[in-house]
């Protein structure tokens, strides 16, 4: 009997911690991609009132300016920046006053402090049919500044690709200390089952 109450305290103990690491787990998530405008793959022919991402949860605004770490780029094939480079955070969704040159494809490049303050990126492909009457603006050579003129050239970020791939909504939703906790509730799970079989060894060799 002695051994049935160890067996039953280890699997209770692992069981638990399990849990425990499991509903623990998307506190650490990252927020991921639900909305946004335009939408990947969409053709535009009218412009919008501005670009904006909507994620699944609230934005991490310190400052309360959305300044550092958030921005949108919307380039043309030709590497050429629209937009106001004025950005607006309210709640889950980041947004910057929107313009677009010639017909032609374009890209619109994101980037936000997750609530958990991991910063995530992506990027949407859009296409841009203009109808007649439509605003055309011309594009600049570096990323615009809030209030006219323009930001340093920053190569753009492109540590994030694999986090783009295969995924519509273009955020990662899982980060490395995600998987470490699944990984350890998973080790624990297995370190039980081990114990158990031991002792059960163990007790059934008594048995004989
Ligand atoms: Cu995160």
Known sequence: MRQMSSIGAAFSVA????LVLLVATPAYA???????NPTEGQTLTELPSEFSVTTNDTLLD?????????????????GQYFGDGCFTIVDQTLSTGASLGEAGDY?????LVSSDGHTVSGEVGFDWQPDTGQEVS???????????????????????????????????????ATVVLIA?????????AVAIFIISA???KNER
């Not at 890209?107 to 980037?111: A, S, V």
């Open 15 to 18: 069981a638990i911690a399990a």
């Open 30 to 36: 990252h927020n991921y991609l639900v909305e946004s």
């Open 62 to 78: 310190l400052a309360g300016d959305g300044g550092g770490g958030f921005a949108i780029q919307v380039t043309n094939d030709a």
């Open 107 to 111: 890209l619109m490049r994101w980037q």
């Open 138 to 176: 011309e594009g600049l050579d570096a990323p615009p500044a809030c209030g006219g003129g323009t930001l340093d050239k920053v190569a753009p970020a492109d540590s994030d690709k694999t986090s783009e791939a295969g995924d519509a909504a273009g955020a990662s939703s899982f980060d490395a």
């Open 184 to 192: 350890a509730a998973v080790a624990l799970v297995l370190v039980a």
């Open 202 to 204: 163990k007790r059934t």
